[in-house]
């Protein structure tokens, strides 16, 4: 059994704002340490049943967060940034599930530092379907008809999860206060949660089926501002929709809509505000 594990850091036990998760505050460091032993606590269970191999991936901010000196001996990682595929990078037919750790709520939604991707972000729809990062991830694993079998994270995208996907496994390691506060389990209690709720994942695996995209999907997005619009437009293909800040991008598959995604994010971000 090959499991793919897609590994994010807002949703990782404790962590409450901004300080633990932007690599210039004070807090960021012990953030690492909590991740990459929630990510070593999942691994370790896949491990005891009998997984022949790991394969994680990085999916925070510039993609370099866990700490490889300290991550589990038998895994496999990918980290750094650019990647073709972001937060999926590695992710294919060979995998037989995949599990997101550290995950959180779409943008738009209540959720500690709830988001989709970047800030300029309130929703992105998938035809009519409103996702966010999980909801995105998740079609790109179905793409490969690999099910996405737990994740991992507040309790607000665990809700998401289950909205999404039938009989999938969530391990709530906190509670959402405010998109800045939590009440959560300590990094100890977090990963026997953790542990225990990957066995429950993996024995469950065939109970799960994958999140299977639309063919030729519509990728909009919806902008926080006009000129987050504008930007993201310049991609060719795209349509600016009358009267808003969505554009549009008809796509042949959802890898496609996915890499135009990563695209028009990263240039409405060029926006500035004066």
Not at 43 to 49: H, V
Request: hydrophobic share 40%.
């Amino acid at each position: 059994m090959k499991l793919y594990l897609s590994v994010d850091m807002e949703g990782i036990t404790g962590l409450p704002d901004a300080t633990f998760v932007d690599s210039d505050k004070h807090n960021y460091e012990r953030a690492r340490r909590i991740m990459t032993n929630e990510a070593n606590a999942v691994i370790q269970s896949a491990f005891d049943l009998e997984a022949t191999e790991v394969l994680i991936n990085d999916s925070h901010s510039k993609m370099n967060n866990l700490l490889v000196d300290e991550l589990h001996p038998e895994a496999l990682l990918i980290t750094g940034d650019v990647k073709p595929y972001s937060m999926v990078q590695g992710l294919d037919d060979s995998c037989d599930g995949a599990i997101f750790l550290g995950y959180h709520a779409r943008a738009d939604q209540p959720g500690v530092m709830s988001h989709s991707m970047t800030f300029g972000v309130r929703n992105f729809y998938i035809n009519d379907t409103a996702v966010g990062e999980l909801g995105l991830n998740a079609y790109v694993a179905g793409y490969y008809d690999v099910p996405l079998i737990m994740v991992a994270g507040d309790d607000r995208v665990a809700d998401e999860a289950k909205q999404l996907i039938s009989n999938v496994v969530t391990a709530p390691v906190k509670e959402s206060i405010s998109r800045s506060s939590v009440k959560t389990l300590s990094p100890k209690k977090a990963g026997e949660l953790l542990q225990a709720k990957t066995v429950d994942a993996i024995h469950n695996l065939n109970n799960i089926k994958p999140l299977t995209p639309p063919p030729s999907p519509m990728l909009r997005i919806e902008f926080a501002n006009y000129g987050q619009a504008e930007w993201a437009n310049l991609m060719p293909g795209t349509q600016l929709e009358p009267n808003s800040t969505i554009v549009s991008f008809q796509a042949k598959d959802i890898l496609e809509a996915y890499q135009a995604m990563l695209v028009m994010t990263e240039l409405a971000m060029r926006t500035t505000f004066s």
